[in-house]
């Protein structure tokens, strides 16, 4: 059983730059896969980013692809999303996942509570 809690969303102008953290409860942290997704009101929830257990492996949609950047500290049980030349379109409860990985929801069985980032134009 993995508990996962996301912190360091806010609002921030567009063009700015935000730092989510996810901190992992348990033993296996590098066991898992993480990832982060985002969803915006009305909308699915969408694949932002992933990361394997041992941080070599990263990959990111187009949409974030150059802006974003994940990373993960596996002694702290800690995983970061680190969000550059945000956009309004940004703006989205993201959410962080542990698992097998992936970029499909499927591929993750532990999800946090969500954190809120506006991003005002």
């Known amino acids: 059983q993995v508990q996962l809690v996301e912190s360091g969303g806010g609002l921030v102008q567009a063009g700015g730059s935000l730092r989510l953290s996810c901190a992992a409860s348990?033993?296996?942290?590098?066991?898992?896969?993480m990832g982060w997704f985002r969803q915006a009101p009305g909308k699915e929830r969408e694949f932002v980013a992933a990361i394997s257990g041992s941080g070599r492996t990263t990959y990111y949609p187009d949409s974030v692809k150059g802006r974003f950047t994940i990373s993960r500290d596996n002694a702290k049980n800690t995983m970061y999303l680190e969000m550059n030349s945000l956009k309004p379109e940004d703006t989205a409860v993201y959410y962080c996942a542990a698992g097998a990985g992936g970029s499909s929801r499927n591929g993750y069985d532990y999800w946090g509570q969500g954190t809120q980032v506006t991003v005002s134009s």
């Open positions: 348990g033993r296996t942290f590098s066991s898992y896969a």
